[in-house]
């Protein structure tokens, strides 16, 4: 099938449309959405993936309706996440995606806020209601009470592309905090009496991520080119 490439814009763009920002749901024109129709069971989603033609980043995104245009408009955490969104006129590549995708059953989230005494299982919970498919590596903000929580998606169980709908486990990782730094002086001695390779190991014990090396490594993947 030939891929299809349209500029991709915000939702807001769409007049008497209802904005639903906290959603995988996107906008494309009717004209494809009419051909790509019968390539989908009823009542199943139509799932496509998007690929980013100035950074190469893609998304998978659930079609939900169609715009007036030959454009695409989909929520902006869609635009961050590819790296879009900046000044002029961002451009995907668009396919449908008719593969099989598993049912999600566990997704592993890191909370990049403190939401104090808030109920965030209950915030998320309803927040993912709104998704269709779901992918590790994905950055999101939930409205929690009165604050808005960033939180990154790590994991997803069984596949790295997971369908939403059904019973699933939902685990909050822990802030991992990096370990503090042996004493120098205190170990100068045994240091010392290592020779060779054994040696060469010490002080280079690996240690857990920061959520501040969360952030940056989330900033090196969003602006990394892709591979394929």
């Known amino acids: 099938m030939t891929d299809?490439?349209?500029?991709?814009?915000?939702?807001?763009?769409?007049?008497?449309?209802?904005i639903i920002e906290g959603s995988d749901e996107v906008a494309i024109p009717k004209w494809l959405f009419e051909s790509w129709l019968d390539l989908f069971p009823p009542s199943t989603p139509m799932i496509i993936t998007m690929k980013a033609i100035d950074t190469g980043m893609e998304r998978y995104a659930c079609v939900n309706g169609s715009g007036p245009d030959d454009a695409i408009y989909c929520p902006n955490w869609i635009l961050e996440s590819m790296g879009?969104?900046?000044?002029?006129?961002?451009?995907?590549?668009?396919?449908?995606?008719?593969?099989?995708?598993?049912?999600?059953?566990?997704?592993?989230?890191?909370?990049?806020?403190?939401?104090?005494?808030?109920?965030?299982?209950?915030?998320?919970?309803?927040?993912?209601?709104?998704?269709?498919?779901?992918?590790?590596?994905?950055?999101?903000?939930?409205?929690?009470?009165?604050?808005?929580?960033?939180?990154?998606?790590?994991?997803?169980?069984?596949?790295?592309?997971?369908r939403l709908g059904g019973e699933v486990v939902v685990e909050f990782l822990e802030e991992e905090v990096a370990e503090p730094e042996p004493d120098v002086e205190s170990n100068s001695n045994s240091s010392a009496s290592h020779t060779g390779e054994e040696g060469a190991m010490v002080g280079n014990t690996s240690k857990p991520l920061t959520l501040e090396e969360i952030r940056l490594k989330r900033l090196e993947y969003l602006t990394k080119p892709s591979s394929s």
């Not at 299809?4 to 209802?18: A, G, M, Y």
């Not at 999600?104 to 915030?123: F, N, P, W, Y």
């Open 84 to 162: 879009l969104g900046g000044e002029g006129e961002d451009y995907v590549n668009l396919l449908p995606y008719t593969g099989e995708i598993e049912a999600a059953t566990k997704i592993s989230i890191r909370l990049l806020e403190d939401a104090g005494d808030q109920d965030v299982r209950a915030a998320v919970e309803a927040y993912l209601d709104r998704f269709h498919v779901l992918e590790p590596a994905t950055m999101m903000t939930v409205p929690v009470g009165f604050l808005e929580v960033p939180m990154y998606i790590e994991r997803t169980e069984p596949a790295p592309l997971v």
């Open 4 to 18: 299809t490439v349209l500029p991709i814009r915000q939702l807001c763009f769409l007049e008497h449309t209802p």
